[in-house]
């Protein structure tokens, strides 16, 4: 669904900057043209420069990470600008199915890995981690969160099925690994299954840019699931209310920065238990492409499980 809609999306525009482009030169006002339709196609990153303007004025001084140079934002942003188009205009709309989930026919002892992604994405968004994962020989599964604009608790049934399947062919908890959205997702999951389903289920959770406690931007949001990505959502509220005997905090390591211009101002990133790491100067996007959140799955994919033999 999410695929269709953002080749629809991005067929308006190129239609748009072209009917623009061919209205200049009809009018004999080529660079008027030209203008418009630049304008059209590269909307993104000026809408990026509102968020990041945002996300420095929001920011208070006992906020956690340091505090972002000018320089900072600017790499941020041009980062961004780049890392958007390729996961938005290419990656989800046309290659969503090009890295398909890679599950043993058999129990391997290998644990597996289990990629969740955020607010209007779909598994395409980690085919640059599928394929790594592949060449590495390492079994996951990448969900798509269907509807797009649905309540989170709509996705509980989704990931659970996922997990599942990860568990059932490696015979191992797996490494969930969850981008933005995607972490309050597994946390609405982890809740819902009560402690014990989650230890035996979840090895590890790493999260990349998520709104714990929610973020400002979503004050503008209109979708189900945006509006409770809200501060201090009733959503939210009750979420922490009803997680409150699981373990999976302790088990979690969480990344934020200081530059995302989704989630912001950065201690509404936090989440208490968790161990939080900051990605200095990462956009929101492009976090998922740093080597520390790799580094991270790596080194929980090489814990070995333990012994039943021992003690």
Request: net charge positive.
């Amino acid at each position: 669904m999410l695929a269709r809609l953002m080749r629809a999306v991005l067929a308006s525009a190129v239609l748009l900057a072209l009917g623009l482009l061919a209205w200049g030169v009809a009018a004999g006002e080529s660079g008027w043209g030209l203008f418009g339709a630049l304008v059209v196609l590269s909307v993104h990153a000026w809408s990026q420069a509102i968020e990041f303007s945002w996300a420095a004025w929001a920011r208070k001084p006992d906020d956690p990470g340091p505090r972002p140079r000018v320089g900072q934002w600017l790499r941020a942003w041009l980062g961004e600008v780049v890392a958007a188009p390729r996961v938005f205009f290419w990656q989800q709309p046309f290659r969503h199915a090009a890295q398909p989930d890679n599950l043993p026919a058999h129990p391997t002892g290998r644990r597996g890995v289990v990629l969740v992604h955020g607010f209007f994405c779909n598994r395409g968004f980690w085919n640059r981690w599928m394929a790594r994962l592949r060449a590495d020989g390492v079994h996951f599964v990448a969900v798509t969160l269907e509807p797009p604009f649905g309540g989170i608790p709509r996705y509980v049934e989704t990931l659970d099925a996922a997990l599942r399947r990860v568990q059932q062919a490696t015979g191992m908890p797996s490494v969930v690994v969850a981008h933005s959205m995607g972490g309050l997702v597994v946390r609405a999951w982890a809740a819902s299954a009560g402690s014990g389903a989650v230890t035996g289920i979840i090895h590890r959770l790493i999260t990349i840019g998520t709104p714990h406690q929610g973020t400002a931007v979503a004050a503008l949001a209109f979708s189900a699931n945006g509006r409770q990505m809200r501060r201090g959502s009733a959503w939210l509220q009750a979420l922490v209310q009803t997680e409150s005997d699981s373990h999976l905090p302790a088990a979690t390591t969480a990344f934020f920065s200081s530059c995302d211009n989704i989630v912001f101002p950065p201690s509404l990133a936090q989440w208490p238990g968790a161990q939080m790491r900051h990605l200095d100067g990462q956009a929101h996007v492009e976090m998922a492409d740093h080597g520390e959140p790799w580094a991270e799955l790596q080194r929980w994919l090489a814990e070995r499980p333990p012994d039943p033999r021992a003690g």
